[in-house]
């Protein structure tokens, strides 16, 4: 839609792509094959080349070669050499940040920009985001705080222009918002379940995670981010470990999840922390003090969920919520989700895949709009 001046009206034209260039057209694609394929470059190519006989991706002056040509030429993929001797391609860093903007693209492209990294609460407090609301000056208020100008016309008003004096009970001072920041941890279920039943659940998880890490470093710098995984035990992950993470044989230890989760929370100065759950199955397995596992496949084992519902309640006493996102709809798993969220007076949600990045974004809006107590 484009503003005529001349006629001060409006004209309606039909949607014009974006041009963009060849190069650009393939690393979309790129990108998200590589999310995919967790990493492997080969492999990725490999389905950049099917795709570009059925689709006709590239023409005879622009071809897959020209385009790894200038991914080497552009920093996003370097050789790499294996203990064989070896070499071989992989992606750089500058290739793991660019997955993660297009995911926060796809996911959260709707979001404005705003300046600060901060959220605002609804208490006044010691913050740099003001109000507009004026009140007296009382003791204890810091001295940059007094707004001169607001002071300086009591002082007029009170005491006259003439014998001009101010006195304390002329100053007043600005409200501002107390500015409270939020701690994470994002926990990712990469069970074998992820990848059951002919449906790719981990690769929209990573997919989340990657926009939720580029939206809280860029938008909210001042809040923090943990990412673990868990699976028959749970481990921290890196950011830029994200694109390379994948399902393995393993049952479900959503204890040892949670576990972690609250210890990585422990360290964190904010008063704000949470915890957000992804994961489709049930809890399936427990690593006991002998390092055993215990482990029931068939689901909802007592002697597991009752461990789960202890850590939920654990987290409330240290009042961590815990929200669920549940990738499966069967009633038996809802149940137990349901009690999980209960003993945590958390919240859950049970979902597709669909959506699921959106809704993660608009909790973590929310819960950062109120102190969490």
Not at 67 to 94: H, M, Q, S, V
Not at 226 to 250: M, Q, S
Request: one cysteine or more; charged letters at 25%; hydrophobic letters at 35%.
């Amino acid at each position: 839609m484009n503003y005529n001046q001349k006629t001060s009206g409006f004209v309606f034209k039909p949607y014009e792509a974006p041009n963009l260039s060849p190069f650009d057209k393939l690393f979309e694609i790129f990108t998200e094959l590589i999310t995919y394929t967790s990493g492997d470059f080969d492999e990725a190519i490999d389905w950049l080349k099917q795709l570009d006989k059925e689709y006709k991706l590239t023409t005879p002056d622009y071809t897959i070669e020209d385009f790894i040509e200038d991914l080497k030429n552009k920093g996003y993929i370097r050789e790499e050499i294996k203990p064989d001797g070896k070499g071989e391609l992989g992606i750089t860093a500058k290739t793991e940040q660019a997955i993660r903007k297009q995911a926060l693209n796809h996911i959260f492209g709707k979001i404005k920009r705003s300046g600060s990294g901060n959220h605002r609460s609804k208490q006044s407090g010691v913050g740099d985001e003001h109000t507009g609301e004026f009140r007296n000056y009382q003791f204890g208020d810091a001295i940059e705080k007094v707004n001169i100008t607001e002071s300086l016309r009591n002082a007029q008003i009170n005491n006259g222009i003439g014998d001009f004096t101010i006195s304390e009970d002329d100053l007043v001072v600005e409200d501002t918002l107390h500015k409270s920041q939020m701690s994470t941890v994002l926990m990712i279920d990469i069970s074998h379940s992820m990848i059951l039943y002919g449906e790719d659940r981990i690769t929209p998880a990573k997919k989340v995670a990657m926009a939720l890490a580029e939206l809280i470093t860029t938008r909210y710098p001042k809040d923090t981010l943990d990412i673990l995984v868990f699976g028959n035990d749970a481990w921290r992950i890196d950011i830029k470990d994200l694109p390379y993470l994948n399902v393995g044989p393993y049952h479900t230890n959503t204890v040892a999840g949670l576990e972690l989760a609250l210890d990585l929370l422990r360290r964190k100065r904010n008063t704000n922390k949470q915890i957000f759950m992804i994961t489709d199955g049930k809890p399936s397995c427990l690593r006991m003090p002998d390092g055993q596992y215990y482990k029931n496949s068939n689901g909802l084992d007592s002697y597991i969920t009752n461990k789960c519902y202890a850590m939920a309640q654990q987290a409330r006493r240290l009042h961590v919520p815990i929200t669920t996102f549940m990738i499966a709809q069967d009633p038996y798993l809802m149940q137990f989700v349901r009690a999980f969220t209960e003993a945590n007076k958390g919240k859950a949600f049970y979902t597709g895949l669909k959506g699921l990045g959106e809704m993660i974004f608009e909790d973590y809006e929310t819960n950062r709009r109120k102190r969490i107590r």
